[in-house]
């Protein structure tokens, strides 16, 4: 059985999510809660960076400025002769306003009721 020290428990999206960056037009989010997010992506981000993420499911979206805490190489994605390479990111994110957490919680709840 592994333990996790998150005060926020994780919600695995598989991808169902979609999000932006500036300079990164597709993020595939793999799992969200009101403290982080995770998601793979076709550009390297560094670790420590303060980025935004736009974060969309049916009509409800957030913008929410998060910390990069891992940034890594996934894998290597064939495409047309070429090797695109995919990597990890781990974002935390930091000073929620009231209003971005309650729109977090309601994407949160609307994943969960999937």
Known sequence: M??????????DVHGN?????????HLEI???SLSGIRFN????VDTNSIHRVKIQKN????????????????KLQE?????IPVY?????????????KRSLEELISIIGNE
């Open 41 to 44: 992506c076709l550009k390297k």
């Open 17 to 25: 999510v979609s999000g932006r960056m500036v300079l990164i037009e």
């Open 79 to 83: 495409k047309k002769e070429k090797q």
């Open 30 to 32: 793999l799992d969200l």
């Open 88 to 100: 990890e990111v781990a974002m935390n994110f930091e000073n929620l306003p009231d209003c971005e």
């Open 59 to 74: 009509n409800v979206s957030v913008d929410i400025k998060g910390r990069v805490v891992r940034s890594i190489l996934k």
């Open 2 to 11: 592994i333990l996790e020290n998150r005060k926020f428990k994780r919600k």
